[in-house]
């Protein structure tokens, strides 16, 4: 059975830094293209950031580049999005999930960590 499981998140100040994670069972994330998204509430989910399998290159949106960073460790099975300089409307649940090369959808979905950003 595939899990994605994300855990870390919580309340941090504006300005701060937090780390999400995303650990996967049934699966192995050296073979998948890992992305991470966020909903606000009364709002459409987003697209954050992506990692790919093998070579491990990244790419982001643009309210998010250059603040987050998204990396992974195959050892752990685990991909981490690393949130730097974060502003109130970073608000909102965050998902991991996965697809296979090559995939337009992503096929497993974690469950999602709320993160807000307020004093």
């Known amino acids: 059975q595939v899990q994605l499981v994300e855990s870390g998140g919580g309340l941090v100040q504006p300005g701060g830094s937090l780390r999400v994670t995303c650990a996967a069972s049934?699966?192995?994330?050296?073979?998948?293209?890992v992305g991470w998204f966020r909903q606000a509430p009364g709002k459409e989910r987003e697209f954050v950031g992506r990692i790919s399998w093998g070579l491990g290159i990244s790419y982001y949106a643009d309210s998010v580049k250059g603040r987050f960073t998204v990396s992974k460790d195959n050892a752990k099975n685990t991909v981490y999005l690393q949130m730097d300089s974060l502003k109130p409307e970073d608000t909102a649940v965050y998902y991991c999930?996965?697809?296979?090369?090559?995939?337009?959808?992503?096929?497993?979905w974690g469950q999602g960590t709320q993160v807000t950003v307020s004093f």
């Open positions: 999930a996965a697809r296979t090369i090559g995939a337009g959808d992503y096929a497993y």
């Open positions: 049934g699966l192995s994330l050296s073979h998948y293209t």
